[in-house]
């Protein structure tokens, strides 16, 4: 059984950065890819970017382009989400998860951390 935990999560000014990190327990870490996901209350669930088994392999929804980086340190069984450059409307829930494939669909990711509140103030 996959556990992931996310930290990093705060308030911050507009313009500010936070760094967000999913630790991961039960399995072997380097065999998932990892994405990243975001939900504001009352929305549905928002891909923001996932990184595959290899950490060449990422991708980002056009929203965080240039602004988030995604990486993983698979000794550290952590992965991270380097956010920069943050607006008010990145405020959300951001999570974490794990699945074989990487794909931007939440349905491709088997294991779930429980969020990280991240707001963003004017």
């Known amino acids: 059984q996959v556990q992931l935990e996310e930290s990093g999560g705060g308030l911050v000014q507009a313009g500010g950065s936070l760094r967000l990190s999913c630790a991961a327990s039960?399995?072997?870490?380097?065999?998932?890819?990892v994405g990243w996901f975001r939900q504001v209350p009352g929305k549905e669930r928002e891909f923001v970017a996932f990184?595959?088994?290899?950490?060449?392999?990422?991708s980002y929804t056009d929203s965080v382009k240039g602004r988030f980086t995604i990486s993983r340190d698979n000794a550290k069984n952590t992965a991270y989400l380097q956010m920069s450059s943050l607006s008010p409307e990145d405020t959300a829930i951001y999570y974490c998860?794990?699945?074989?494939?990487?794909?931007?669909?939440?349905?491709?990711?088997?294991?779930w951390g429980r969020g990280t509140q991240v707001t963003v103030s004017s």
């Open positions: 998860a794990q699945g074989f494939i990487a794909m931007r669909e939440s349905s491709a990711y088997a294991y």
């Open positions: 039960g399995r072997t870490f380097s065999n998932y890819a």
């Open positions: 990184i595959g088994q290899s950490t060449s392999y990422t």
